[in-house]
């Protein structure tokens, strides 16, 4: 098993002069391969913050840290094998992908770097990796970004992060940047790899309606700290905190919202 842990974590960033702007306040949580948390709020809530420190893009004031009881290595082969473990799944497809680059290389290049299979191999596992996103391998393998739609390049993106086989995703703001007719598809191919994969999965987003139906944790976050973390029915249903309340009274009806994935059988975002 796989275990993450976010400890005591704040982050305070330099704004002005020596003046400091607190972006995380004492923020902790655990996430365990086969499970989801959403972290729900608002922008400028501290949601983002928390996706660079555990990417490693960013670096906490204090606090820490660990994986599977571990601190995080801050380089060489041990921050590798961190990056290979978790990896991250963009808001935008189109700016996380090069558009110089055909699809063959955006794939194959983490196989490459991390050494997933043997050369003879690559071109399999490409394929692989495109129809296990429910893409046809043949149609898009060759094109460039561009040549996609939205939808079929974040696919693109979420098999990118799978390339290197990780115990753990975050999902920062998925489908914000898709059309609505398509968000349903995309989150329920996330919740299908989540359970077929055994991925541990940290959902970042401001709708309630899809951390409800694709979570098995909602932790609320509010100007940086954490302000309510609960089973999601009970966070949806019956909100302690009245920032809490307020985002359920501005978001949309989930039983509603969501009709067509009630009937998915619950258990991680499945």
Do not use: C
Request: glycine fraction near 6%.
């Amino acid at each position: 098993m796989t275990t993450l842990e976010f400890v005591n974590v704040s982050k305070r960033y330099r704004v002005r002069g020596a003046s400091t702007m607190l972006a995380l306040d004492d923020v902790s949580f655990t996430l365990h391969d086969r499970e989801t948390i959403a972290l729900v709020g608002q922008s400028g809530s501290g949601k983002s913050t928390i996706a660079k420190i555990l990417t490693q893009l960013e670096t906490p004031t204090s606090g820490e840290v660990l994986l599977d009881g571990k601190p995080i290595p801050r380089h060489g082969r041990g921050l590798r094998s961190y990056r290979q473990t978790l990896r991250m799944i963009f808001q935008d497809p189109f700016a996380s992908l090069n558009p110089y680059h055909s699809i063959r290389y955006h794939i194959e290049r983490p196989l490459r770097l991390d050494n997933v299979v043997p050369k003879a191999e690559t071109e399999t596992e490409v394929r692989r990796l495109l129809e296990r996103v429910r893409l046809d391998a043949d149609a898009v393998i060759d094109r460039r970004p561009h040549e996609l739609s939205g939808g079929q390049r974040q696919r693109v993106a979420i098999a990118r992060a799978l390339a290197s086989r990780p115990s753990l995703l975050v999902a920062d703001e998925p489908v914000s940047m898709l059309d609505v007719s398509i968000r349903l598809g995309v989150l329920n191919l996330l919740a299908d790899l989540q359970r077929e994969e055994g991925l541990g999965v940290l959902y970042i987003t401001h709708d309630l309606a899809t951390a409800r139906h694709f979570s098995d944790q909602i932790m609320v976050l509010h100007q940086g700290r954490v302000v309510e973390h609960g089973p999601a029915d009970d966070v949806i249903l019956n909100p302690q905190h009245e920032y809490t309340r307020e985002l359920r009274s501005a978001s949309p009806d989930p039983e509603k919202h969501f009709a067509t994935a009630s009937t998915r059988p619950r258990g991680g975002v499945a």
